[in-house]
Each structure stands twice: as C-alpha cells, then as structure tokens.
C-alpha cells in the first residue's frame, strides 16, 4: 500500500499547494475517483507540463479505478513537457466502450485489441482485451491485458483483469530499448532500477 501512496503523493506534488492538498484528502478518506478527477482537472487548470510517462500512469491509475474512460479526453489534452519517456498513451478518444479506437483488431476468442500505451524504448505495445457486447458496443472493463511484439502480431505477456498496473511495470521493466531521463512525477516501476514512470496498482471496478 505504501508504493500507491508515494505514488498518489507524488502525483499530487504536481500541482500547486492548495490543489496538492485537496488530492492527497481524497487518498486519505479513500475517494480515489474523486481525487483523479481533480488531478487531471488541476493538471489541465495550471497548464502543468507533465511527461508522457506520467501521462500514461495517470491513464492506467484511472484505469484500474474505473474512471479512464471519463479522464481520457482530458487526460489526452494535459500539456506535455516537450521531453523525452519510453512510453507513450497512444489510445484515441474513440478507444472506449463505445467502439474501438483506430488500430484496434481481433484477439484471441473473439476479444477486440485496443491499442493503449506504446513502448518507444523497444516498441512492444501494452493493449487491452475487451469482448463484444451483444448490443455491438465493447465491455466497459478490460477482460485482460496484452504486451504484443512491435508490430502487434505475437501476444507476448498477457495479463488478468485487474492487473493493468501490473501490466504497465511489466512493460516499462522489460524493456530492453535506452532509458528515458528521469523527470518530475516519474519513478521506477517495482523491480526495476530508477528511470521513468509512477506506478500504481490494481483496485477493480464493479462496472462490467
């Protein structure tokens, strides 16, 4: 629990005093959806260039508490510092429950890919599996997760339901690409040496 405080901590230290505050609140009574939405709001609000790193941690925290499809377009639209991370957010704001985003394609048992966060270090990509509903549209929550090969055509971690921080460190800490510097808001994934991105950790939805 200690490593999703530091990191919750260190996100919030991103922001001025005052807003820093009201989100380290929400993480101590436990309102965690509360507190990314004014993260990301006090991101966009104070023109807080944030690393891509930092920007795809911010996507899987929400992901893992089941706000990311709410926080993309806004998390998309938080200004970036210009610098180089080894990994992107590459989903588009059609990448939801709705319909798949640009780039998705047929998994394994019928799971739609969706292409998420890109590793440009070694260029694996971290990609959710979601199952069509029988309405047409896509289950709001991940059935499980998927690191694929460059060009996407070799599955080579896959992950359960639940694990997307997991999955996240997993792609960081096998990269095998150069190290991005290390920047504001960033941290080593478990298991690694320091050199990028804040981890989180798993905490389901009950949205299915």
């Known amino acids: 629990m200690i490593d999703d405080a530091d990191t919750w901590n260190r996100l919030a230290a991103l922001l001025p005093e005052a807003g820093a505050r009201e989100v380290r609140d929400c993480w101590e009574i436990g309102e965690r959806e509360a507190g990314l939405g004014l993260l990301v709001s006090g991101l966009l609000a104070h023109r807080v260039p944030i690393s891509e790193t930092v920007r795809a941690r911010i996507s899987v925290l929400a992901e893992d508490w089941g706000e990311r499809e709410a926080l993309?377009?806004?998390?998309?639209?938080?200004?970036?510092?210009?610098g180089v991370s080894t990994v992107r957010l590459i989903e588009q704001e059609g990448g939801s429950a709705g319909?798949?985003?640009?780039?998705?394609?047929?998994?394994?048992?019928?799971?739609?890919?969706?292409?998420?966060?890109?590793?440009?270090?070694?260029?694996?990509?971290?990609?959710?599996?979601?199952?069509?509903?029988?309405?047409?549209?896509?289950?709001?929550?991940?059935?499980?997760?998927?690191?694929?090969?460059?060009?996407?055509a070799?599955?080579?971690?896959?992950?359960?339901?639940?694990?997307?921080?997991?999955?996240?460190?997993?792609?960081?800490?096998?990269?095998?690409g150069p190290p991005a510097a290390v920047g504001p808001g960033d941290a080593a994934p478990r298991g690694a040496e320091p050199q990028d991105g804040p981890r989180g950790r798993r905490a389901t939805s009950g949205r299915g």
């Open 72 to 82: 993309t377009p806004r998390i998309l639209r938080c200004r970036g510092d210009g």
């Open 154 to 176: 070799t599955v080579l971690r896959t992950l359960p339901d639940g694990a997307a921080g997991e999955a996240f460190d997993v792609l960081l800490r096998e990269c095998d």
């Open 99 to 152: 319909g798949p985003a640009a780039g998705a394609g047929p998994g394994p048992a019928g799971y739609v890919l969706l292409p998420w966060i890109a590793c440009d270090g070694c260029g694996r990509v971290l990609l959710r599996a979601h199952d069509r509903q029988r309405w047409g549209g896509l289950s709001f929550s991940a059935r499980h997760y998927a690191i694929t090969s460059p060009d996407r």
